[in-house]
Each structure stands twice: as C-alpha cells, then as structure tokens.
C-alpha cells in the first residue's frame, strides 16, 4: 500500500466523521445549547443575586465571572464525549479502527485524526458560545480572541488523557469513572466562585486539576488580566494533551497490532 502522509490521514478521517454526523447535526445543537442554557440560569439567575467578584484587580458582574468557566466546562465536555463514549463504540463494537488498519492509515493517525475531530466539535461549540458572550456583553477585553484557541488547548488536553483512559475501558459500565471525575471538577475547578474560597492545601488540589487550568486561562482572556499565571496554563494544557496523545497511540499499537 502506498503510504499517505498525516496531514492526508488526519483530513480523511475528519471527512469519514463528518459524513457519519452530517444526519445528526441536532447532536451539535444540544451541545452547543446545554451550556448556554446554564449561563442564562446560573450566570443571569444567581448573578441577580450577587454583585460580582474581584478579577485583575477589579470587581466583574458574577455573569462575567461564569461565563468563561462555563465555555472551557464546555470544551472539557465535548472532547471527553467524543474521546470516550464514541471512540469505545468505535473501538470495541464497530471494529472501525480495525478496519481502518487494512488501509494506508496507521494507529498514530487514527489517535490524531480522532481526537482532530473532537477539537473542531468543541472549536464549533466554544466559537457559538463566544458569539453568545460578545451579545450579552459579557467581553470586556481584545484578549478574548484567543478563546478560542484557548478552548482547543482544553480539548486538547481532556481528549488525549480521555482517549488513552478508553482505551482500559472494559464495559460500559466503566464509563461511570469518567462522570465521577469530571463531575467535581465542574463543580469545583472555580467555575461558579474564586477559588480563593478554598483554604490552604484544598485550594492547592484545585489549582493543580486541568480545567482549572483551563478556567482561568479562559476567565483571563476574557476579562484582560493576562499575566505569567497564563502561560503555565498554557503549557499545562498541551504537555497533558501531548502526553495523553501517545499513551493512546501506544495502547492502540498494543490492541489493534498485536
């Protein structure tokens, strides 16, 4: 077979997906609309009953504080949801990697073509929920054009460790590991308040979880209070995205070639 190079690999696999969703296009809507759905009732709700919290120095209406917590909750979301319950399905029941395998295409290109795919999704959903953001007034900076790339570094990094995890997957009873923990974080990963509120060393547990990583580096673009603290969030993100990538090329290796 004559060999294709990744750029070709990873393009083909996003038109295969695309053509399987293309009747399904209501799965984007619902989620697309589930976080928007929990800005108007938690972010304009609640925030009718709270002033607001200081960011960079400056106080910012609690729907402003929420909103980008919200957008990287959502791209956190997206990407596991693709990375785990569609990429077992594809795995384990549908053979599709397998079958991909009898083609030019290798296990690192379908690891990088799949989790391509769940970065457009959630680059689809981050981009809508910015458009929403901007008419509710809820940007208050130029940063806030990197957003989006910053919700792509949240995917990145949540659909590779996702996609490596899957791959240990058993059943799909298992898959109750993977709301237990993303569950809390959603809760807790200073989405809904600072993280300030924690004391000593429970704060330093939420500080060191990757959405709030990825909340804060979204809640900074938005609101202008760049600092160094963003860049780490940076690095962060993609040496976990990275790291999560080759485990799952490893594990594929292993199940698929072996």
Do not use: H
């Amino acid at each position: 077979m004559t060999p294709i190079t990744g750029a070709v690999a990873t393009g083909l696999i996003l038109q295969r997906n695309f053509i399987a969703y293309r009747r399904a296009w209501w799965i984007f809507a619902t989620g697309f609309l589930e976080p928007v759905f929990y800005l108007f009732s938690i972010g304009v709700g609640v925030g009718a009953l709270i002033s607001g919290f200081e960011v960079g120095g400056r106080e910012i209406p609690y729907a402003e504080f929420v909103a980008p917590g919200m957008l990287a909750a959502s791209a956190m979301n997206g990407a596991v949801l693709d990375s785990t319950f569609n990429f077992f399905f594809k795995l384990k029941y549908s053979k599709l990697f397998d079958q991909m395998l009898a083609t030019p295409l290798t296990t690192t290109d379908i690891a990088r073509g799949e989790l391509a795919w769940s970065l457009l999704r959630g680059g689809v959903y981050s981009l809508g929920f910015l458009l929403v953001m901007l008419a509710m007034g809820l940007v208050s900076s130029w940063w806030a054009v990197l957003v989006v790339p910053a919700a792509l570094l949240i995917g990145l990094a949540f659909g590779g460790v996702a996609m490596a995890l899957t791959t240990w997957m058993r059943s799909w009873q298992d898959f109750e590991l993977v709301t237990l923990t993303t569950l809390p974080m959603f809760l807790f990963s200073a989405t809904f308040f600072p993280v300030t509120t924690y004391p000593g060393v429970l704060r330093w547990v939420v500080e060191a979880t990757p959405l709030y990583r990825g909340v804060v580096l979204c809640r900074e673009l938005t609101t202008g209070a760049v600092s160094w603290d963003s860049a780490f969030s940076v690095v962060y993100l993609v040496a976990m995205g990275v790291a999560g990538l080759l485990v799952a090329r490893r594990r594929l290796d292993s199940l698929l070639l072996t």
